[in-house]
């Protein structure tokens, strides 16, 4: 099956039975009756399938884990409560015990408070990088348990090589989780470059219409084994309504994807052009510094994620700002709208003001998650938000 079908049919377990739902029920119940002890034991070992208690396990969950496993060419899945909660029983899963996380040094910054915050006190040492530097990746490997990476970085759009830092990675015995949010596996499917894990805040563009909060991590059976006792023990497993929401968002995943992709770039071009545009931020732009690692470890697309930098800094943005018509401020991505975000009180804010600036993220910088609306109405919003008058 090609691709794009199988985002429409991932996680149905074959061809619907005669006077089966096309689309699933929807499956509330806390807990499942049984009537026989030792059924119920075969279905507790996970001997036999069978739900019993709905943290450990669900229909509508396990049909989102079996499609996110299969899109990403993984073995097995877990849903979570949100992508932080996969990140968290992900990173666990791999690296039990407390180890040296080499990580994108642009990493979302709820990652990077996951990071400092709660694993550094527990004996983890964070190293963050510049992952778009192979040698400095290499030189913070030797000795690390675990590299993190993200395909696209936050809020600049640079692409590290996912394929040369796992083959290095793999060469040193170290697992490599991959944070694929930003690229979907519609446009990048990180294990079959070499990762070991994946995880999905499925908040963004899976669910793909700002209606529900998930995550998703894939990766072996074994490996999901782990992550799932995690989830399960502290009770991070997924609902059943946002698993059935996330589940129809993928349905038109592949579509939202290439419509997000084209956009993102023509709006990216456009802006090249406008008046108090300083410099604009899209991996697929000519100008790119990931320019040749993003055309060929996403040659479909680069989804919808671009950045620009305003002159005029705060003022500038705000003035932008009020004038948009179209476009929102909200501080999450993803969905089928044209939204903006303003790093340096949203995904940056725990960062020092030279923290940011080493990262290229300024006063005047702003993120754009491109929607599906026409391309011409977007530009047409920006193009007016900053012009004269
Ligand atoms: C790249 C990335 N990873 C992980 C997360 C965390 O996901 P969630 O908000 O679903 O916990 C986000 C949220 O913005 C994100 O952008």
């Not at 180890?99 to 915050?117: K, P």
């Not at 349905?251 to 802006?271: P, Y």
């Amino acid at each position: 099956m090609k691709h794009a079908s199988r985002a429409v049919h991932a996680g149905r377990g074959g061809k619907a039975g005669a006077r089966t739902p096309l689309a699933p029920d929807l499956s509330p119940a806390a807990v499942h009756v049984y009537t026989d002890l030792d059924d119920y034991d075969a279905a507790a070992t996970g001997e036999r399938p069978g739900h019993y208690y709905g943290r450990n396990s669900n229909s509508n969950r396990k049909m989102l884990e079996d499609a996110v496993a299969e899109l990403e060419g993984a073995e097995a899945g877990v849903a979570t409560g949100s992508g932080m909660a996969a990140l968290h029983v992900a990173i666990l899963a791999l690296a039990p015990k407390p180890v040296t996380i080499v990580a994108t040094r642009e990493l979302y910054g709820g990652t990077m408070s996951l990071l400092r915050q709660d694993l550094e006190p527990a004996g983890y040492e964070a190293h963050f990088v510049d992952v778009t530097d192979p040698d400095a990746v290499k030189a913070a490997t030797n000795g690390a348990g675990l590299v993190l990476i993200e395909t696209i970085t936050n809020p600049l759009c640079r692409v590290p090589d996912i394929e040369a830092i796992a083959a290095m990675a793999r060469d040193r015995g170290v697992p490599v989780l991959v944070d694929n949010t930003f690229a979907s596996p519609v446009l990048c499917r990180p294990m079959e470059l070499g990762a070991t894990a994946v995880m999905h805040s499925a908040t963004k563009y899976l669910g793909g219409h700002s209606d529900l909060v998930a995550g998703v991590v894939v990766g072996s059976t074994a490996l999901m084994g782990a992550a799932r006792s995690r989830a399960v023990r502290t009770g991070t497993t997924l609902g059943p309504f946002d698993a059935w929401l996330a589940l129809r968002g993928i349905r038109t995943l592949e579509v939202r994807m290439r419509r997000h992709s084209d956009n993102s770039l023509a709006l990216a071009r456009a802006m090249r052009t406008v008046p108090g545009v300083a410099k604009v931020h899209h991996p697929l732009l000519e100008e790119s510094p990931s320019f040749a690692v993003a055309t060929r470890l996403l040659p479909q697309g680069a989804g919808g994620m671009m950045a620009f930098d305003l002159e005029g800094g705060r003022a500038a943005v705000q003035r932008m700002m009020s004038r948009l018509q179209l476009v929102a401020f909200a501080a999450s991505l993803g969905g089928v709208e044209t939204t903006i975000s303003y790093p340096v009180i949203t995904s940056h804010r725990g960062l020092t003001p030279e923290e940011r600036a080493q990262l290229g993220v300024g006063a005047g910088t702003v993120r754009v998650s491109v929607g599906i609306e026409d391309a011409e109405d977007i530009v047409a919003d920006f193009a007016q938000a900053l012009g004269p008058g």
